[in-house]
């Protein structure tokens, strides 16, 4: 029996190179001042997702809300082997918090069930490395009324309209059954995401949204005009399907900073320093001793 999947994923800024600039005055993140990624563990569940369709069938679904930017890692997606992807955009649902990200969401989810295909699963990352909350998709679970597996590390089986799955918890794991359908939340211990198939990035590289188009035309003038070329991409099924939070359903009293009732208080930026020092004795042994004590205090 095939199982169809929804992968909620999120670009994010890299936060490996923080700067002064990566907060704004009101308390949201300035992603303009830093470089974006695929949020680690939404690759992790990605890639859950793809093993149960290589495993039992079916097809997987990519969504993702951010500005028009963020279809960069949705055309990653197919570039790993998604069959579909969708951007979710909309200029009201900036600075929304987890509690409004999760109900656009959830509006979204359920228009791809209407719309586009019914799921059995929803994946998503354990949690993204620019918030760290954790919340958003268990908060999409409790608003579609899915049942959810958190810190999922693996599905061990599929079958009879229930699933098992394995939970990585910090003192050990934990063997879970459930119901169908229903949302897990993936850690990154779960897999190893395969990368992009060169195959699929040759077949997928005009993959592009209608915002993307004037830049599309600059690098390819033998389309002429927006119209040839979104008809071309349309025929090739390589047009990214965009949203915005009314086309989901979205109430927009309920979205974006207005209906975000988390709200950042104050910044403050630390340095951490030390005027501690150590000699280290300079042979193979003192540094084996070094190594030593940094992976003994957790700095390595």
Not at 64 to 86: F, K, N, Q, S, W
Not at 156 to 181: H, K
Not at 184 to 207: C, D, E, I, W
Request: aromatic fraction near 6%.
């Amino acid at each position: 029996m095939p199982y169809h999947s929804v992968v909620l994923v999120k670009q994010v800024p890299d936060t490996a190179n923080i700067t002064g600039q990566a907060m704004k005055e009101d308390g949201t993140i300035n992603r303009a001042a830093l470089p974006a990624v695929f949020n680690p563990e939404d690759l992790n569940a990605l890639e859950m997702a793809l093993r149960v369709k290589e495993a039992y069938g079916g097809r997987v679904t990519v969504l993702t809300m951010g500005p028009p930017r963020a279809a960069e890692v949705l055309r990653e997606a197919l570039y790993r082997g998604a069959d579909r992807v969708i951007l979710l955009t909309d200029r009201k649902t900036a600075g929304s918090d987890t509690l409004a990200t999760s109900y656009v969401l959830k509006c979204a989810v359920e228009a791809i069930a209407e719309r586009v295909e019914a799921w059995d699963l929803v994946f998503c990352g354990r949690q993204a490395i620019d918030g760290d909350t954790a919340q958003v998709g268990p908060q999409v679970a409790e608003k579609l009324g899915l049942p959810q597996i958190t810190y999922a590390e693996e599905i061990l089986s599929l079958g009879e309209g229930e699933i098992v799955a394995r939970r990585a918890l910090p003192l050990g794991t934990e063997t879970v059954r459930c119901s169908l359908p229903c949302l897990l939340t993936v850690v990154g211990s779960a897999n190893v995401a395969r990368p992009p198939n060169v195959r699929r990035m040759m077949a997928y590289k005009l993959a592009a949204t209608p915002f993307e188009y004037p830049g599309l035309l600059q690098e390819w003038p033998e389309f002429e005009s927006e119209e040839t070329l979104d008809r071309y991409l349309s025929e090739r099924d390589q047009k990214i399907l965009v949203w915005s939070a009314s086309d989901v359903g979205a109430d927009y009293g309920r979205v974006g900073l207005a209906g975000s009732p988390t709200k950042v208080l104050n910044v403050d930026f630390v340095a951490l320093g030390s005027s501690d020092s150590k000699e280290v004795e300079e042979s193979t042994e003192g540094l084996a001793r070094m190594v030593q004590e940094l992976i003994q205090d957790y700095i390595l």
